[in-house]
């Protein structure tokens, strides 16, 4: 999950200044960065929104495919 950290960081996002945006823990975003975890599509695609990133990249890197 480093690129979602990547992206994170490039929006110049703490972990608690984007869970607040997506309105869930700073310590989900944390096991979503180390890959212990990982968002429901819903989540997802309000990911993309936030980190201004396409939703099939986003998608990619995450999930793998």
Not at 6 to 21: C, G, S, V
Not at 34 to 62: C, H, R, W
């Amino acid at each position: 999950m480093r690129y979602l950290k990547q992206l994170r960081i490039q929006n110049r996002l703490t972990q608690k200044e984007l869970a607040a945006k997506l309105y869930i823990t700073r310590t989900t975003v944390s096991k979503w960065e180390y890959g212990t975890a990982y968002p429901t599509i819903e989540q997802l695609l309000d990911l993309s929104t936030v980190l201004n990133v396409d939703v099939d990249k986003l998608a990619k890197e995450i999930y793998g495919f």
